[in-house]
């Protein structure tokens, strides 16, 4: 497979664990994409490790937010990175990390890296505006407001 082969075949599966699981909650995708011992750098709190980790922290959000949906802005790859810039959106109707519900909507952006290896992620970092979203949910008061 080519350099540029290669690099696309990686987008496609960073996009993929983007749409299928977090979008359309179909969790048994991360077993397919996602290898088993994957290490995330940046996990939600108590969040296993591997793959099961994973499962736990997209149905975590997914039940904390039953409408999310990632919008994908950009994305940029080189050998075996992808880097993916995007925007949460979605409707806090569960508890999401001992928040309870509050009903409402949710803008937050991050970006995430991934690492490609053998067709599965096997590393995540990630960065998304946690203090904006805790400000959108109410539960933390914007500068100037408290």
Not at 44 to 51: E, R, Y
Not at 61 to 85: K, S, T, W
Not at 105 to 116: A, C, F, K, L, S
């Amino acid at each position: 497979m080519s350099a540029v082969t290669a690099t696309e075949a990686n987008k496609a599966i960073a996009r993929r664990f983007l749409d299928e699981a977090f979008n359309q909650g179909r969790l048994e995708v991360i077993d397919e994409i996602i290898a088993p011992d994957a290490v995330d750098h940046d996990p939600a709190p108590g969040q296993a490790p591997g793959a099961a980790g994973v499962r736990q922290a997209v149905s975590m959000f997914r039940a904390a937010f039953p409408d999310l949906r990632i919008e994908l802005h950009d994305q940029v790859a080189q050998g075996d990175l992808v880097c993916n810039r995007w925007t949460i959106h979605g409707t806090h109707q569960g508890e999401l990390m001992g928040i309870p519900p509050t009903g409402k909507r949710v803008q937050v952006p991050g970006i995430d890296i991934v690492r490609v290896a053998q067709g599965k992620l096997v590393e995540h970092w990630a960065t998304l505006d946690q203090v904006g979203m805790l400000q959108q949910l109410g539960v933390m008061p914007a500068p100037g407001q408290g």
